[in-house]
T-cell receptor, first 111, second 111 residues
Framework: AQSVTQLGSHVSVSEGALVLLRCNYS??????LFWYVQYPNQGLQLLLK??????LVKGINGFEAEFKKSETSFHLTKPSAHMSDAAEYFC?????????FGKGTKLSVIP | NAGVTQTPKFQVLKTGQSMTLQCAQD?????MSWYRQDPGMGLRLIHY???????DQGEVPNGYNVSRSTTEDFPLRLLSAAPSQTSVYFC??????????FGQGTRLTVV
């Protein structure tokens, strides 16, 4: 069965600090991996998508993620956190259509 | 562009009542799905459809019904609401390769 695991349900960083949100996937997860962001009381927005074209994927708002097959990981990073990055982040894997989500990581940014 | 439109945004139901959550998309996507989001659980798939007239169950289908008579619409029916169905419900549509477009969500409370 497919599974996506996010390590840490809540991460706090200071404004300007590195953001690192961790995601590991099971080896049976098909080739598409995603990070979605959810701002309070809103739906999910696509942050970035891995489709095997390149292992380092750049997304919106300065975020990027690196696919590491040997570690079955797809961690999300941003060099310098901004207050507006406070949100919940979901890692997800998919075949053609169906998405399997991790449980989410809530990011707090401390001024 | 409307994208994926969900109505209503908020709803309070009494235990045992039935209701329909509406979802419409204008992107001509064949694949549509319903998720529920609960704290600490991520998003869990309720039902999905790969085209008009075709639906199937996801991870948590009990207590919910769907139909897909047109490409555009994918309503979710709660047959007899229970407090355990208090949640935020998201509808999504997909053009494939795992990419999903989400509605803004329906926050449902069952008392």
């Amino acid at each position: 069965a497919q599974s996506v695991t996010q390590l840490g349900s809540h991460v706090s960083v200071s404004e300007g600090a590195l953001v690192l949100l961790r995601c590991n996937y099971s080896s049976s997860v098909p080739p598409y991996l995603f990070w979605y962001v959810q701002y309070p009381n809103q739906g999910l927005q696509l942050l970035l998508k891995y489709t095997s074209a390149a292992t380092l994927v750049k997304g919106i708002n300065g975020f990027e993620a690196e696919f590491k097959k040997s570690e079955t990981s797809f961690h999300l990073t941003k060099p310098s956190a901004h207050m507006s990055d406070a949100a919940e982040y979901f890692c997800a894997g998919a075949g053609s259509y169906q998405l399997t989500f991790g449980k989410g990581t809530k990011l707090s940014v401390i001024p | 562009n409307a994208g994926v439109t969900q109505t209503p945004k908020f709803q309070v139901l009494k235990t045992g009542q039935s209701m329909t959550l509406q979802c419409a998309q204008d992107m001509n996507h064949e694949y549509m799905s319903w998720y529920r989001q609960d704290p600490g659980m991520g998003l869990r798939l309720i039902h999905y459809s790969v085209g008009a007239g075709i639906t199937d169950q996801g991870e948590v289908p009990n207590g919910y019904n769907v139909s897909r008579s047109t490409t555009e619409d994918f309503p979710l029916r709660l047959l007899s609401a229970a407090p355990s169905q208090t949640s935020v419900y998201f509808c999504a549509s997909s053009p494939g390769q795992g990419r999903a477009f989400f509605g803004q969500g329906t926050r449902l409370t069952v008392v």
